[in-house]
């Protein structure tokens, strides 16, 4: 059986990719190649079946879900534009519904309104932190309060965090990686 070999330039046409970007990708060592003298190259067969374990993987890769409860549309939409490329989003509009919700769903987060009706996001914080079910979720508090009232009161109900409302995107996207443990 004879071997193929391919170049850099016939591994970028091959790939649909820039020689620039299959270079940097060599050098990083993230496909596999070898380098004989100062060229590249890169064996046909073993890119197959790189190529191959990549789809593999990202058919595999489960998404974390995310429950967001809140009772205002835009703000559940808002937050569910800014996350649903890299996380399952489910969605409750007020605080009973999420207890469903998260019976059913299992989120590996909540994002929750401190103020909504029936029971407010500071009473099922402290209802999520106290069940041995959902104590260990965490759990981050949005609001449009002042910020000395949520401070104290945030830490009082066991919620791991809070964004205050209008807020930063990028700021959220940390903090709900930093607690689902992706960063």
């Known amino acids: ?43 046909k067969d073993i890119i197959d079946k790189w190529i191959k374990n990549q789809q593999n993987c990202n058919r595999t890769v489960k998404k974390k879900k995310i429950l967001i409860v809140d009772d205002n549309e835009d703000v559940r939409i808002l937050i569910r534009e800014i996350l649903e490329s890299e996380f399952d989003i489910i969605e409750a509009s007020e605080g009973l519904e999420s207890l469903t919700k ?3 769903e299992k989120p590996n987060l909540i994002i929750m309104d401190v103020t909504m009706p029936y029971k407010d996001g500071y009473e099922l914080c ?58």
């Open 102 to 104: 998260i019976g059913n």
């Open 126 to 183: 402290e209802y999520f932190k106290t069940n041995a079910v959902t104590k260990d979720i965490p759990v981050i508090l949005i609001t449009g309060q002042d910020i000395s009232t949520i401070d104290k009161r945030f830490k009082e109900v066991g919620a791991d965090d809070y964004l205050t409302k209008p807020f930063d995107n990028n700021l959220l996207v940390f903090k709900v990686k930093k607690y689902i443990g992706i960063l």
């Open 1 to 43: 059986m004879i071997t193929k070999f391919l170049t850099i330039d016939e591994l970028a046409t091959y790939l649909r990719i820039s020689r620039d970007c299959a270079y940097k990708l060599a050098q990083q060592g993230k496909l596999p190649a070898s380098k004989i003298g100062r060229k590249w190259r890169f064996e």
